[in-house]
């Protein structure tokens, strides 16, 4: 079955570009109509969703990230990757990779990966 | 703070229906359905509930999902001492935008 392994720096610097990978396992990425997005956690607190890639090709974003960040699809490596610029302290936390079912009115997240920790710091 | 409104805990001894609720608006809840998700400690979050009602296969019958109007709910009967976790409700809003709620820390008695 499908397997989302995140990987990418574990500590980033102020004002740099956070860059993470999530590679899926047991499957393509492109097959199924699948839609992918990337969620955190900061320590300690709820779940944020950051953002997807719908089957069809484009992306939404959470409106407070919009403006630095960007999620793709690496189809030849079968692989989501995240980018956030410019972070600050407050970028700290486990960040998911994972798999979004969008049909009709449902939106919901079938897989998750087992995440990755990133501190933002000097 | 969150659009989706939850309490941040709940509480239940063994064996007891603990009920955890999720608000919200017209755009999100009243249009979309409702996904509930199980965390546990240490752990990545699991697809507890979706399309308000529909459980995963491998979900116990304990759990259940409902919706009312902008309001959801997340009931767990015969609770367990294993379903200490933290649970969090999602639904897409139609300002374009994925919603989790704060989350409800259960504790099991």
Do not use: M
């Not at chain 1, 960040?69 to 990779?97: E, F, G, H, P």
């Amino acid at each position: 079955q499908l397997q989302l392994q995140e990987s990418g720096s574990g500590l980033v610097k102020p004002s740099q570009t956070l860059s993470l990978n999530c590679v899926v396992s047991g499957g393509s990425i492109s097959s199924g109509g699948y839609s992918w997005s990337w969620i955190r956690q900061p320590p300690g607190k709820g779940l944020e969703w950051i953002g997807y890639v719908y089957h069809a090709g484009g992306a939404y974003y959470n409106p407070s990230l919009k403006s630095r960040v960007t999620i793709s699809v690496d189809r030849s490596n079968n692989q989501l990757s995240l980018k956030l610029n410019s972070v600050t302290a407050a970028d700290s936390a486990v960040y998911y990779c994972a798999k979004v079912v969008d049909f009709g009115d449902n939106w919901y997240i079938d897989l998750w990966g087992r995440g990755t920790q990133v501190a933002v710091s000097s | 703070q969150s659009v989706l409104t939850q309490p941040p805990s709940a509480s239940g001894t063994p064996g007891q229906r603990v009920i955890i609720s999720c608000f919200g608006g017209s755009s999100n809840i009243g249009t979309n359905t409702v996904s509930w998700y199980q965390q546990l400690p240490g752990t990545a979050p699991k697809l507890l509930i979706y399309s308000n009602t529909q459980r995963p296969s491998g979900v116990p019958d304990r759990f259940s999902g409902s919706k009312s109007g902008t309001s959801a709910s997340l009931a767990i009967s015969g609770l367990q001492s294993e379903d200490e976790a933290d649970y969090y409700c999602a639904v897409w809003d139609d300002t374009l935008n994925g919603l989790f709620g704060g989350g409800t820390k259960l504790t099991v008695l």
